[in-house]
């Protein structure tokens, strides 16, 4: 059994709590935060957890051995690494930093000190995204031609991030883990409608190699909540609508062929396919729990975890320059 | 009554005819193709209307008032400044030409003549876009923070122009005539997953001045069609589904209201109002009908058409610095 | 070539009379009705159509092959049974008759003269119908456990039959297509609101044999316009929802299983599947042009149509009982 | 402060007690429950909670000022009984007996015991039904046509009654709510595809005077899960959709207006008025919230309650016709 302590239990926090109680493999010992109010809300619903504020008391804690820590971002990195360096496994929210280079520091020292760095994106432990996985590698879609999320509704504005920081992480992780390809670069523009030098309404252009363009969406400022993702491939299309309860994702057997003639000049003849839909059953298993046990199996054997530093600096990498193409007003930046 | 000739009875030419042949005003001649069985269909229809496969046939008649110009984009301008130096008054698709420089000459051209020059910018026209007009002008949406128009489909892919220039002139076109602003630059990406050159899928960003922000996505390679326009504001927002029968435009009295306190630093108080929805029923009339009796009320009366030369050029200056911005992978165009 | 003359130019015939005029099996000769206006409409887009106020015209016409009539119901039995005994074959607006006995007579005539009788049953020659048939026959929806068919919207009401007898003819002879089984009994509830003895909101139940039920929701008086039928099996369910452009049809790999225990008094136990959802493409023809060759074909080649005398015998069979229901409040009306 | 026993803790006890719990006017004492895991169960949620298996030490605990019974409806009668004997004040699930001769027994015995007898009839105290009332009683909708309610989804199938006494408590108890009329008389149909006399499909019609017609339709066995309710009223009509999580309530300005003329016979003119639609905004407090107070207060103020035993009694009389009604193939039964 592993010794878990949290730190942090705002908004998310008391999920990672519930599910690391949960989890057979795991025992739920420590929680620290800031606000006392939140430490007595945690104490109601899990009587035997202890509560601190210092959350020095979880990291010098010998007997505990892994640290979950859910704490604003600015604060992740200085958190990890003192997690890390007092030998604990992490299991840390995303985004994983503020910058790349701490980003990259936490990879390495959790290399070396030979500790599981997991980060938190969770939806890459949801039935949809398992799924569309899945497809991706068995070659269904063909070769991916784009990927275009759309994540947008009213709020909720934060201090001290934009909502590409916000929100996007989401996007960028999923789609890392479906392309498996090294971006290019990136281009952003956004909108800060509230002066405080935070867009509320941002775009981001990812270039790939091969033509693969993805495009994601984030907007505080919407009047409607829409959460749509599309991914097209030469075989097959896909619509993963996650505000539908059922029917979350469709495959459209939908594309073109391309034949080309001799005399490419006028005569590339593009043929239309639009054929069946199929909206597979998406299991409903809490992606939280998967996440949580399989954190607990990679510590356990050594296995890299599917969302690891790597994969949480891949998000940084992406944010980071998304951020400085949207200050430069669309400059792309190479990664 | 106006006579009137078509050049150009290919797919929308049509529409054109059977439109000026209802409109009380103006009397349908002749009309023009390179297709002699483009010109059968039309007889077929209309027997009483001449064709020809010579446009001359109509601009060198002294018979015809005014010319109606439906061919490709790159003819466009050829055709249009014959007519005006024929003197005929000029009804032109969109978009008006391939080059802003062509655009600024016809609109010249058509004030030193004094004949009306009109774009087919067909949404103007329609009942939902003179609704949401309406709304603007009235203030009830605000100050405006955000354009935001997808516009995607499985193809038809064109040979000559990429998906910008093939769809989005409809949502740029409704964007100018709604925001009445001045765009400053545009920033746009896209790919060209078929290798001739012309994007498939592309992104653009145009800024406005004040902090308004205006995206579209156009896209031949969507496995759905999405005609959806947001449009919010400081007061009010309108989602805008043209897919949808009844219902298109949907008014939320959704919004934030922003609480600055004297330390400004962390404590920028954002409340957020989610109200009623309203779905106004949105006229049928067909927007085309409209159009043709108010370039026949332009020419009669002198008044200039909503949709005039000017209208036009804004539009391709903005496709025109797009294509320029996605050729070079997102670099800021000014305008 | 079938000389063909269609007697009732309203609403539906110039319909008939385009698909008559396109198949090339048919001769589209001459058009009757009893207003001039609905003639002069007709010739404009007809010019080689004959016209006359005179359906005797037509039917007296020893060079006339076959006639269609798209007259109000009342006027069916006299109008076909002329045009069966002058030799005529006859395609005939739904619903067939008044009475059963009026269709049962026409039944007859056609198989004494000989002649094709065939009902504008125009829903079971559209591609949704035909997809459903196919499943249906191929047993993938296992058994049948009922047929639900909602058709409600605003208007139009009419003069002389209530909305059982407008709108559920449709629903009646979709079900009996795909049923194939003969209805026992008929409960019809509904009201009206006008006064004038027509209910403009009704609903029917049909009883058929090993406990199938069908049930039709026919309204004139909703907000909205719905039309939705589900067909439920022991194996699949499918949901057609003839108002969405794509995906109309939806097969669910939905059901119940029944285990039956030694005990049985409590113990029936039910187990649950839900599977994967499927919305095959449906084809587009236009249904009437299907069936205008269809009509030609059983003309020339001998064969019974697949919505002959019998197809529309049965619905008006149980759109008699349903109205005798109805006026007795629900009283079960054995067929 | 009110002493609340529950007794039965199954699947909606739960949410009973917490709700009980949570009320400031309401201390929450004891419940009881045959199966000791239920009870093991709650006080793992309520370590405060006193629980037995017998649910006499409820009725007979002198303590004790009211008791929820949330047992299966065939205990209802006696339970509630014994509680009214023993001076207990009532709040019972829905529907309230087996019989309404029980239920006229219960509400009897409540008047002379003078206690307070509330029916759970939840949806009552919902946003949607709270807003939907004030409209109708204040007048927007007009007269009332009609009230039409689908409440379909696969499962669960009952032990012990049918898909009507299961799903359609909940939309008579709204109509009875909604209309204030007196029903006339029932009839229903239905299947049972099971074959142990027990409906999981059903249709019903109550018909009430003025020509107010209501219809249920009620089915364990449907793909979908359809929740949607029309009302329409001589001047707006209203679609309710509780599906939906925001704009559960479409308000319609849709309608008809009937002119009379001097000759009737053929003239009744019908004009027809499709106008805005409204989505006003639903509070989203928990109905059980607002219910648990409701109950509170009443005994308190000896107010009676919204839904009180005679609202009960109501609802028994129309699933007691309809079980009649559905066993005589839609035999009419007088109310």
């Not at 926090?13 to 010992?29: H, K, L, Q, S, Y």
């Not at 975890?305 to 193409?325: F, H, M, Q, Y």
Request: charged fraction near 25%.
């Amino acid at each position: 059994m592993l010794n878990v302590g949290v730190i942090g239990v705002g908004y998310w926090g008391p999920n990672i709590i519930r599910n690391f109680d949960a989890c057979n493999e795991t025992n739920m010992v420590v929680a620290s935060d800031l606000k006392p109010e939140r430490l007595s809300f945690i104490r109601k619903k899990h009587p035997a957890i202890r509560t601190t504020t210092d959350f020095n008391d979880i990291i010098n804690d010998a007997n505990i051995d892994a640290v979950a820590i859910c704490t604003p971002v600015f604060t992740h990195y200085d958190l990890a690494k003192k997690a890390l360096e007092a030998g604990k496994h992490v299991f840390l929210e995303k985004p994983m930093t503020s910058t790349s280079a701490q980003a990259e520091e936490l990879v390495e020292l959790a290399a070396r000190k030979k500790r599981t760095l997991m980060l938190d994106h969770t939806f890459i432990y949801t039935g949809a995204v398992q799924m569309i996985k899945k497809f991706v590698e068995a070659g269904d879609l063909g070769d991916i031609y784009y990927f275009d999320s759309v994540r947008i509704n009213l709020g909720l504005f934060q201090h001290d991030v934009n909502v590409i920081w916000d929100l996007a992480p989401h996007d960028i992780s999923i789609m890392d883990h479906l392309l498996q390809l090294k971006p290019e670069s990136v281009v952003a523009t956004g909108a800060d409608h509230v002066g405080k030098g935070l867009e509320d309404v941002a775009y981001m252009t990812v270039y790939y190699p091969n033509n693969v363009i993805a495009h994601i969406h984030a907007n505080w400022l919407s009047p409607v909540k829409i959460r749509q993702t599309l991914i097209a491939g030469t075989k097959k299309m896909i619509v993963w609508d996650d505000n539908i309860p059922n029917e979350k994702i469709k495959v459209y057997d939908t594309g073109i062929t391309v034949n080309r003639t001799k005399d490419e000049i006028y005569d590339t003849l593009i043929q239309y396919r639009t054929g069946d839909m199929w909206a597979p059953k998406v299991p409903l298993t809490e992606a939280l729990s998967l996440e949580v046990n399989h954190f607990a199996d990679c510590i356990k054997s050594g296995k890299t975890p599917v969302t690891d530093g790597v994969a949480g600096l891949n998000v940084v990498r992406i944010l980071e320059a998304s951020e400085k193409s949207i200050k430069a007003r669309g400059k792309e930046i190479k990664l």
